[in-house]
């Protein structure tokens, strides 16, 4: 069995790397905003809140569950991943001319 690609960014602060901690913990199963809140030391707010904001692009996907009253206010889901972690590979970046003659020198050689 292949093992996701994780990732440990542990030098800037309590939420630095939590995107990849959280798709680590939901690959090994689906997850309620509660228990990964439990996990990470934090509270059912930042969590959804992560869960909102940071999983939009071409790394991964995760599902999100129906909502439901836990005790008191509060709004727990059932969170899965549904696309494993890839790593994407950034486009070639174009070269910026600064200098036409020097660039036609160089490539003239």
Same mark, same amino acid.
């Given at each position: 069995m292949m093992? $996701? #690609?994780?990732f440990r960014r542990n030098a800037g602060g309590l939420l630095a790397g939590i995107t990849e901690k959280v798709e680590w913990k939901l690959s090994k199963g689906p @997850? =309620? !905003? @509660? @228990? *990964? &809140?439990?996990?990470f030391n934090l509270t059912l707010g930042q969590i959804? &809140? $992560?869960m909102r904001? /940071?999983? %939009? !692009?071409? =790394? /991964?996907?995760? /599902?999100?569950?129906? #909502?439901?009253?836990t005790e008191g206010r &509060?709004?727990? %889901? *059932?969170?899965t991943l549904e696309k494993k972690p890839k790593r994407v590979m950034h486009k070639k970046k174009k070269q910026i001319i600064l200098n036409y003659r020097k660039f036609e020198e160089q490539h003239r050689v």
């Open positions: 093992k $996701i #690609p994780h @997850q =309620t !905003g @509660q @228990q *990964l &809140a439990d996990h959804n &809140a $992560i904001d /940071s999983f %939009r !692009g071409d =790394t /991964s996907k995760v /599902s999100f569950g129906e #909502p439901y009253k &509060a709004m727990d %889901r *059932l969170y």
